[in-house]
């Protein structure tokens, strides 16, 4: 069975930073993409960033230049480094994976983030 839990929420003001972590009970999990989507309050969830087997990533718009998504295959770990935080950054975020060559999506219970102004 494949279980994911979130780690690394909390509250932080406007222009601090965050690292959010992942760790995946999985076998195989160097053969996934995996990745972190959000809900803001009121709002529809949205990717945030994902990154493949092979290590490439890509980032939402509002991601990009501020947010780093990174993998640790050995400790089947996957993190997400938050600098410039903004209000509108609040939400609960989501670790998600996929296997390579399964559509099925599995996703970690979530963890709240909340920026002040």
């Known amino acids: 069975q494949v279980r994911l839990v979130e780690s690394g929420g909390g509250l932080v003001q406007a222009g601090g930073s965050l690292r959010l972590s992942c760790a995946a009970s999985a076998s195989s999990f160097s053969m996934t993409s995996v990745g972190w989507y959000r809900r803001p309050p009121g709002k529809q969830r949205e990717l945030v960033a994902v990154?493949?087997?092979?290590?490439?990533?890509n980032y939402a718009d509002f991601a990009k230049g501020r947010f780093t998504i990174s993998r640790d295959n050995a400790q089947k770990m996957v993190h997400l480094q938050m600098s410039s935080l903004k209000p509108e950054d609040t939400g609960v975020y989501y670790c998600?994976?996929?296997?390579?060559?399964?559509?099925?999506?599995?996703w970690g219970q979530g963890t709240q983030v909340t920026v002040s102004s």
């Open positions: 990154i493949s087997s092979s290590g490439s990533t």
């Open positions: 998600y994976l996929k296997y390579n060559f399964l559509a099925f999506e599995y």
